[in-house]
């Protein structure tokens, strides 16, 4: 088989996007080209199995367990429902990996497993009050329709990818049954038909190829809520592995990328985008001289809860050539400013430490 004839690696649709890994695909976004909403071809891919073929006749939503009534929804039966559109930021937990030291295991992430689209969908809420949850109902469990085999520990056979919610986030306006991004159908690599859209919490909650809510009793333990995806939290002083839910605050810049030339003295605009998980950016500092004086940055436009707020800074870069360390940290409404440095107990996850973008003044 020469060349032409063999399948195209990669469809049009991931041109542009950085490959982490190709088969199953994880792809990250160029953050340099940060802009409002991210363009579904350049929303980052993340993706635990191969991509589930589900054609929206053969499609069914079953809801269980603690409720009322099961329901088992068809596509068109959920179209039917009221849907709302929002534009919510997803941010895979391990966003950010490659800069930890030691080199970190797992998918060395830079600054692109984020992005912000505009979702159309039914929220979850309306789905689980028509099935009528029960008394003593706790927590939501989410499951995709893609599955498959782990190693660490060896899974008992395929497990499906899936997470829980507590029933107070799951009820929330922010989560919803998502069909449609920036408008359109989705699309395989982001979900198609229907995936969960958890605003404020980290990208692994929102689970793509979604097929069935169970409502329980009690807290959902699966590998992904208690081993993927757990950090261990300090109750009492005693360390304890807790499933990873809420984004922290962070910022990050697009503007100048990584060794860019930057012109030595004149103006020039430092740009990115925070955000802060459940609650909004009340501020963000840039510092050019590797953390030792911070500047405000402006926050521009208006804050539009679980979505990035771009910002900018007009940097008066001096006359003086050589290296340069920017760096850019953000506080949220809640006063949580970003740490300096990693916090071990979070293993590879929930990576908001400032980070540095080294620059050369000529
Ligand atoms: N069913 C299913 N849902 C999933 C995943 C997955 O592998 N399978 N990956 C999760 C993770 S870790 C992230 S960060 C987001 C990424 O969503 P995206 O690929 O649309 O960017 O999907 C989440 N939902
Ligand atoms: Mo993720």
């Not at 603690?66 to 329901?71: K, Q």
């Not at 953390?291 to 402006?298: F, I, L, N, P, V």
Request: net charge negative; with cysteine.
């Amino acid at each position: 088989m020469n060349e032409a004839e063999s399948a195209p690696m990669f469809s049009a649709s991931r041109a542009g996007l950085i490959i982490r890994e190709k088969e199953p695909a994880n792809l990250e976004f160029a953050f340099t080209s940060l802009g409002p909403v991210t363009s579904t071809n350049e929303f980052f891919v993340r993706t635990h199995f191969p991509v589930p073929a589900i054609r929206t006749q053969d499609w069914t939503l079953t809801v269980d367990g603690e409720v009322e009534r099961e329901l088992v929804l068809t596509y068109d039966d959920l179209l039917g429902l009221p849907a709302t559109t929002a534009p919510v930021l997803l941010e895979c937990a391990g966003n950010g990996r490659a800069q930890l030291v030691p080199k970190a295991k797992g998918l060395l992430w830079d600054t692109g497993a984020v992005g912000t689209a505009e979702w159309t969908g039914v929220p979850l809420s309306v789905v689980l009050e028509k099935a009528g949850v029960k008394p003593g109902a706790i927590d939501v469990i989410l499951q995709g329709a893609d599955e498959g085999e782990v190693d660490d520990p060896k899974s008992p056979g395929a497990i499906h990818f899936e997470r829980s919610l507590p029933l107070a986030k799951a009820l929330r306006p922010e989560v919803f049954l998502a069909y449609q991004m920036n408008g359109k159908n989705l699309t395989p690599d982001h979900g198609f038909p229907v995936r969960a859209v958890v605003g404020g919490w980290y990208g692994m909650a929102s689970v793509k190829w979604l097929t069935r809510v169970t409502v329980t009793a009690a807290p959902f333990e699966g590998f992904w809520q208690s081993l993927e995806y757990a950090y261990w939290k300090r109750e009492r002083e005693r360390p304890t592995l807790a499933a990873v839910a809420e984004v922290q605050v962070k910022a990050q810049i697009a503007r100048p990328a990584l060794s860019e030339a930057v012109p030595a003295g004149k103006p020039y605009r430092v740009f990115g985008a925070a955000w802060g998980g459940e609650s909004d950016v009340a501020r963000v500092e840039v510092s050019t001289d590797a953390g030792k004086t911070w500047s405000d940055a402006e926050l521009l436009g208006k804050a539009v809860p679980f979505t990035w707020r771009l910002w900018e800074f007009l940097w008066d870069v001096p006359k003086s050539v050589g290296r340069y360390k920017v760096m850019a940290r953000a506080t949220d409404t809640n006063g949580h400013t970003q740490p300096e440095t990693h916090d071990a107990d979070r293993r590879t996850y929930m990576i908001n430490f400032v980070f540095t973008v080294e620059v050369e003044v000529m």
